[in-house]
């Protein structure tokens, strides 16, 4: 990548790289990847819009760090396998931009499924099985409407990690979680960016959701629990 690719791309990545840090610090993610105007996803970007610098961890409190992370894991597979199905369609094909910071993001969401996974397990926990997820009709076959989805549903996944990361009771997974934290609010930039918004990065706070939110906005998906 030359000097002035580098200065402009939203996201930069090396997959190994960036999979072995996660991995060392046994990250962990929570993102709710959904679709506008599908299932409980209305409802969960109103609240979010509403809820910026509200606190909504005691709705996780209770569950534990291993159930926190099984539904994380599922999450990210969601989120991982949008991203990948746009790529696999080969809806940016004709833009190299775009679809480098797509595959981008992809690359970052299969490294937090890797890392939830070591994490899981670490805990003596069962690592879910993968669901069949589900998706708009025209996800994959418009590059217009992709970007729609992913600009509705990136604030979304950042507000389920925003609730949920105070709940986690290990500092460690906690402190590791932050990271992710920040790469998930680099792709809302990102995709903003794709999608000609001004300015890319256009929140001062991020908004954070209570559980139900994201059960309710990822349920039309394949992800329950």
Not at 174 to 201: D, F, K
């Amino acid at each position: 990548m030359d000097g002035v690719d580098s200065r402009i791309s939203p996201v930069g990545f090396d997959r190994e790289h960036s999979r072995r840090n996660f991995l060392k610090t046994a990250a962990w993610a929570t993102a709710a990847i959904s679709a506008a105007g599908i299932g409980g996803f209305g409802i969960a970007t109103k609240y979010a819009e509403g809820q910026a610098g509200t606190v909504n961890y005691p709705t996780y409190q209770g569950l534990g760090d291993a159930a926190i992370l099984q539904f994380a894991y599922l999450l990210e597979q969601l989120e991982g396998n949008f991203y990948a199905g746009g790529i696999n369609a080969g809806l940016f094909s004709g833009d190299s931009f775009t679809e480098s910071q797509i595959a981008a993001i992809r690359d970052h969401e299969f490294a937090h499924v890797d890392a939830l996974a070591a994490t899981i397990g670490q805990l003596g926990a069962e690592v879910p099985a993968v669901p069949e997820f589900t998706f708009p009709d025209d996800a994959f076959t418009d590059p217009a409407a992709f970007l729609g989805y992913a600009a509705t549903f990136e604030p979304v996944g950042i507000g389920a990690y925003g609730g949920a990361a105070a709940a986690l009771e290990s500092k460690d997974i906690l402190a590791a979680a932050i990271s992710i934290h920040n790469a998930e609010c680099q792709h809302r930039t990102a995709i903003n960016i794709l999608n000609g918004v001004v300015p890319a990065n256009n929140l001062a706070f991020e908004p954070s959701l209570p559980l139900g939110a994201v059960q309710e906005a990822v349920a039309p998906f394949g992800v329950t629990g």
